[in-house]
T-cell receptor, first 116, second 113 residues
């Protein structure tokens, strides 16, 4: 089955530690995204990548970093510079068509990060 | 920049009753609109989307939405709610020249027996 996997489902880290969240897709999609979700708020875009070896900052990129070395993988690192990292993190992918916003984004199951 | 407002934070509906979730957007040109549903602790699933054409859009699970340009709205409806429809629903809007989607804060739907 094609889809998006995120691991782990739950992640606990001590304050000051960097942590990397995994996102893998086998949909052959060019574009991938990372969102952060907090209670009572919509999703906020952290980073997105339209193609391998290229990525762009979203609305809340500070304290986060990404890489896109392979088409199917888009890991997100939450660094110690992120002031409030506890949240639900969602990865998404889309075909990456020329009509960018008509691209439908498909979401993974999410990773809940708790910083102690 | 575009923005989305979902005026209702929480809606409770009886099983079998109709459901309408409101979504208002702010965007200067023709928007591209989406409704997603999220079960607790899960990712988002696309219910339906509107790009152009017929303003009444049919989606999965018996949902439909109507685009009303004059009211800047894209309300989601279902004629008869099932207990499995209890979830959080997000409206999203995107412009035609950018990957970025703007999401509303979501509406939580509770279904009572």
């Amino acid at each position: 089955d094609g889809g998006i996997t995120q691991s782990p489902k739950y992640l606990f880290r001590k304050e000051g530690q960097n942590v990397t969240l995994s996102c893998e897709q086998n949909l052959n999609h060019d574009a991938m995204y990372w969102y952060r979700q907090d209670p009572g708020q919509g999703l906020r875009l952290i980073y997105y990548s339209q193609i391998v070896n290229d990525f762009q900052k979203g609305d809340i990129a500070e304290g986060y970093s990404v890489s896109r070395e392979k088409k199917e993988s888009f890991p997100l690192t939450v660094t110690s510079a992120q002031k409030n990292p506890t949240a639900f993190y969602l990865c998404a992918s889309s075909e990456g068509s020329l009509r960018l916003s008509t691209d439908t984004q498909y979401f993974g199951p999410g990773t809940r990060l708790t910083v102690l | 920049a575009q923005s989305v407002t979902q005026p209702d934070i929480h809606i409770t509906v009886s099983e079998g009753a109709s459901l309408e979730l409101r979504c208002n957007y702010s965007y200067g040109a023709t928007p591209y609109l989406f409704w997603y549903v999220q079960s607790p602790g899960q990712g988002l699933q696309l219910l339906l989307k509107y790009f152009s054409g017929d303003t009444l859009v049919q989606g999965i699970k018996g949902f439909e939405a109507e685009f009303k340009r004059s009211q800047s709205s894209f309300n989601l409806r279902k004629p008869s709610v099932h207990w499995s429809d209890a979830a959080e629903y997000f409206c999203a809007v995107g412009p035609s020249n950018d990957y970025k989607l703007s999401f509303g804060a979501g509406t939580t739907v509770t279904v009572r027996a």
